[in-house]
């Protein structure tokens, strides 16, 4: 079946750091890929999607590729700001948009 | 637009005890999700409707959890009786038919004790 892998957290970076979260998938045909984004006590927000191969999601400062030929979709921000800490999911639908299928997510925290 | 709205936001209850949760999803929204989100894990799908009509259940727990969605706009899910391992955020989600437009609810975050 479908699946994501996402990195452990916490991932801990100062201010203006750059920012990395790497997330795979597995899935049978051509999903659609997502990153969401949980700030603490509020539910999911969409930050970012991709929905074809070496599409590039970008939403706040946030970037993500879709790379069929690693099955990836790795989350970038070049200067991240305290505000930006939360959790970040990695997600996959399958074509018929039926049901998302979340990773595990990883929590970034942002030091001053 | 008004969002997905659940409540209530927070839930205490006994073990063996029943609990219902309810969402409004966005209007015209065809589709109807629940998901729940256990402590630090990813949300899992319980079930989803298209208008009125559980299409997918597959993964709900059949034996103490049901859910409705009357005449295709609010759904309510159930769970009798709890038990410990309930606890987590359940989740409700909306998007237009056949396409990827979700908007998730604030979720309601059951603690059974």
């Known amino acids: 079946g479908n699946s994501v892998t996402q990195m452990e957290g916490p991932v801990t970076l100062s201010e203006e750091a750059f920012l990395t979260i790497n997330c795979t998938y597995t899935?049978?045909?051509?999903?659609?890929l997502f990153w969401y984004v949980q700030y603490p006590g509020e539910g999911l927000q969409l930050l970012l999607k991709?929905?074809?191969?070496?599409d590039k999601g970008s939403n706040k400062g946030f970037e993500a590729t879709y790379r069929k030929e690693t099955t990836s979709f790795h989350l970038e921000k070049g200067s991240v700001q305290v505000s930006d800490s939360a959790v970040y999911f990695c997600?996959?639908?399958?074509?018929?948009?039926?049901?998302?299928?979340f990773g595990t997510g990883t929590r970034l925290l942002v030091s001053p | 637009e008004a969002g997905v709205v659940q409540s209530p936001r927070y839930k205490i209850i006994e073990k063996k005890q029943p609990v219902a949760f309810w969402c409004n999803p966005i209007?015209?929204?065809?589709?109807l999700y629940w998901y729940r989100q256990n402590l630090g894990q990813g949300p899992e799908l319980l079930i989803r409707?298209?208008?009125?009509?559980?299409?997918?259940d597959s993964q709900l727990p059949k034996d103490r959890f049901s859910a409705e969605r009357l005449k295709g706009v609010d759904s309510t899910l159930k769970i009798q009786p709890a038990e410990l391992g309930d606890s987590a955020v359940y989740l409700c989600?909306?998007?237009?038919?056949?396409?990827?437009?979700?908007?998730f609810g604030s979720g309601t975050r059951l603690t059974v004790v």
């Open positions: 989600a909306s998007s237009p038919r056949d396409s990827y437009g979700y908007t």
């Open positions: 899935a049978t045909g051509y999903p659609s």
């Open positions: 991709a929905t074809k191969a070496d």
């Open positions: 997600a996959l639908s399958d074509q018929g948009f039926q049901k998302l299928v």
């Open positions: 209007s015209g929204h065809n589709t």
């Open positions: 409707y298209e208008n009125e009509e559980a299409v997918d």
